[in-house]
């Protein structure tokens, strides 16, 4: 079994090394323009108020929103 690397896998690690190099950084917008008007709808299988549904709002916002200044 030949486990020396081809000139096919080779000229393609090349290839993909020079397009990474050679593409610019992209600049979006910014954290609190993307949020901003948004609606966020959680589902949470526990009825509301109980201690499940506070845990699991809290959680799934903290992980998924930024800071607020």
Do not use: E, H, N
């Given at each position: 079994m030949h486990m020396g690397i081809?000139?096919?896998s080779a000229?393609?690690?090349f290839a993909?090394?020079?397009a990474t190099a050679v593409a610019?950084?992209?600049f979006g917008q910014s954290v609190e323009k993307f949020?901003?008007?948004k609606t966020v709808?959680?589902?949470v299988s526990a009825d509301a108020g109980t201690p499940t549904d506070?845990?699991?709002r809290i959680r799934?916002?903290?992980a998924s929103c930024p800071p607020v200044d």
């Open positions: 081809t000139r096919r000229l393609s690690g993909l090394a020079a610019g950084p992209v949020y901003r008007g709808t959680l589902v506070v845990s699991g799934i916002l903290t």
